[in-house]
Structure formats: C-alpha cells, structure tokens
C-alpha cells in the first residue's frame, strides 16, 4: 500500500506570501497525482492534475511540480480566498488522498 | 453548466441500511465514470467507489467492499449508493463526483463534486 504524506501538517502564512506544500509518496506514483482545495462547508475543488496542469479556471498563481514520489503545490502569493485545506490524491491505482495541508493566516 | 445533488442522508441505527442518490446534469452523463467518495467528520478525504460510464464495471475501497454497492441509471442520470450493514464508522459526508477522464475513460480522479449529504450511524 502506498502511503502519502503531506507536510506541514497547518502552514501559516501572511496575504501576498508565497506558500509551499509538499506531497510525498511511499513509492512512484509517476505524474498521477493530482491537487484539491476545500474550505469549510464546501466540496474540494480539482486545481491540479498530472501533477502541473491546473484544471480549468484555475488562477495561474497555484501552480505545481514533481514527479515520482516528491510533489510540490506552490501558492504564489496568497490572496484571502486562499485559506483552505489542500490535499493531493494519487490516481495510478485507486485514488488514495494525502491527509491534507491546512493553510491560515499568519 | 455541471451539477450534481446528493440526497438520501439521514441518521441510521447500526446494521441497517441506507441509499444515497446523485443526480446529474449538465453534462453526458451516460460517457462518464461517477464516484462516491466520503470525509468522516473532521477528517479527510477517503474515496469508496467507481462504477464505469455504463454499468459495466465497479470497483471498491475494502472497508465498504461487500456491504456497498454502487449503481447508475443513465436515462435518470441518476448514480446511486446503496449501503448494507452500516457501522458507525461510515458516519461521514458522501460526495459524489464525476471523474475527470473523458470519452468513457476513467482518470481515476475528480473533476467535479456534489455538495455532499450527510450520513450518520449511531444507536
């Protein structure tokens, strides 16, 4: 079984920073890999697949990078709509999702 | 646009059974894989079944496989859970979602989601 980790656990970071979440895999997962936001009271919402393409609609300041079993979701500067919890799901088998990043405000 | 309502939460003893329904639309609903996936209360994300753009296949995580059963009507365009022999730990919100692979592929990821209903097992 393939275990994903995300980091850190609660990131806190100022409006107009840049924040860096971090993806890891037990093993190679290729460019499966895919990247959701949800904030309170709603669905998550699909920003990332392939592990860089931001899905439809989705602002050019989230952007991500990586392949195999180290993934990087980077807020370029952060906005307050930003505020969320983010997960990463792998998909090259049945989809597992990391356990989340929650960002606040610092 | 694409939409997708859950129904058919509730509070339910344990043991006994629940079914959830999804309505679609918006979109051709009969070329695509749909999905249920679940958030117990303050946790993540946990995906529990996929069924193909016909029926002709479905598939589950192992803690619902054997009590779960995914189906779909797509002259309704309605996906449907039904859950057997509930525990208390399948209280969660359930989510259905369209996977994101078109022309009947299936990506195994989610490009669109319900807003959720609510279930709960508890005596």
């Known amino acids: 079984e393939i275990v994903m980790t995300q980091s850190p656990g609660t990131l806190s970071v100022s409006p107009g920073e840049r924040a860096t979440l971090s993806c890891r895999t037990s093993?190679?997962?290729?460019?499966?890999l895919a990247w959701y936001q949800q904030k309170p009271g709603q669905s998550p919402r699909l920003l990332i697949y392939?592990?860089?393409t931001r899905a439809t609609g989705i602002p050019a300041r989230f952007s991500g990078s990586g392949s195999g079993t180290e993934f990087t979701l980077t807020i370029s500067s952060l906005q307050s709509e930003d505020f969320a919890v983010y997960y990463c799901?792998?998909?090259?088998?049945?989809?597992?999702f990391g356990q989340g990043t929650k960002v606040e405000v610092k | 646009q694409v939409q997708l309502v859950e129904s058919g939460g509730g509070v339910v003893q344990p043991g006994r059974s629940l079914r959830l329904s999804c309505a679609a639309s918006?979109?051709?609903?009969?070329?695509?894989?749909m999905h249920w996936l679940r958030q117990a209360p303050g946790k993540g994300l946990e995906w529990v079944a996929v069924?193909?753009?016909?029926?002709?296949?479905?598939h589950y995580a192992d803690p619902v496989r054997g009590r779960f059963i995914i189906s779909r009507d797509n002259s309704k365009n309605t996906l449907y859970l039904q859950m057997n022999t509930l525990r208390p730990e399948d209280t969660a919100v359930y989510y259905c979602?369209?996977?994101?692979?078109?022309?009947?592929?299936?990506?195994?990821?989610?490009?669109?989601w319900g807003q959720g209903t609510q279930v709960t097992v508890s005596s």
């Open positions: 918006g979109f051709s609903f009969s070329t695509y894989g």
């Open positions: 979602a369209r996977d994101a692979g078109e022309d009947v592929l299936i990506a195994d990821y989610f490009d669109y």
């Open positions: 093993q190679s997962v290729s460019s499966n």
């Open positions: 069924i193909w753009y016909d029926g002709s296949s479905e």
């Open positions: 392939g592990a860089s």
């Open positions: 799901q792998r998909y090259d088998n049945w989809p597992t």
